[in-house]
């Protein structure tokens, strides 16, 4: 069982599920009281877990798909919105436009998330001494501050999501043992008659 579910948490579950419903239906009988017994806590936190583990990874895709919009944004249309309000007051080529974007729009549009989020950072940074850009410093500042807060809550989100993957695979493991137990019992139990055990 363990290994038929290793890479399934859907299939451990419709095992689990379907064992767990046919010993629901001799559970007045021994041994299949005692196999339902000990199989149905083992099943209900394992379905507990597996209800929040997918509910945690919708959420999770929910958070990544905002920051991936946020720096879809950024690469479009707020880094050619930035750059050209920046050329109004210095042109492109002077000091002060080379010391704001140095490599032009290309560290905006191109790396890791946290690359893109750091050109920000960096662009904020260098618009505090330009008196003239105020305003484009403020829409920066307030850009960044939603691309971090994005970044922060997305990647707590995926942390949680392997947290909760760890304690599911903890649970369909003691699923599947119990499982096995049960199967050992029913092939001694059905060991003159195998074609009852279904």
């Known amino acids: 069982f363990i290994n038929v579910t290793q890479n399934s948490y859907r299939q451990c579950k419709k095992i689990a599920d379907y064992t767990l419903a046919a010993l629901q239906q001799a559970i007045a009988q021994a041994p299949f009281d005692a196999l339902h017994a000990d199989l149905a806590p083992l099943v209900s936190n394992y379905n507990t877990l597996y209800a929040h583990w997918k509910s945690q990874l ?24 930035w750059d050209v309000l920046i050329q109004m007051q210095y042109s492109q080529g002077s000091a002060e436009y080379v010391a ?72 369909r493991i003691a699923v599947c043992v119990q499982l096995y137990a049960t199967l050992g019992t029913l092939m001694v139990h059905f060991k003159t008659k195998p074609e009852d055990a279904g």
């Open 58 to 81: 919708g959420f999770q895709k929910g958070k990544t798909s905002q920051l991936n919009k946020d720096l879809a944004h950024l690469q479009s249309e707020k880094i050619r919105q």
């Open 100 to 171: 704001l974007l140095p490599k032009r729009r290309k560290p905006f549009q191109l790396g890791s998330q946290e690359d893109r989020i750091a050109a920000v950072a960096a662009l904020s940074k260098s618009l505090a001494n330009m008196a003239p850009l105020a305003a484009v410093k403020a829409e920066v500042d307030d850009f960044l501050s939603r691309l971090q807060a994005n970044f922060t809550v997305q990647k707590g989100e995926k942390s949680t999501t392997q947290t909760d993957s760890a304690a599911l695979e903890n649970a």
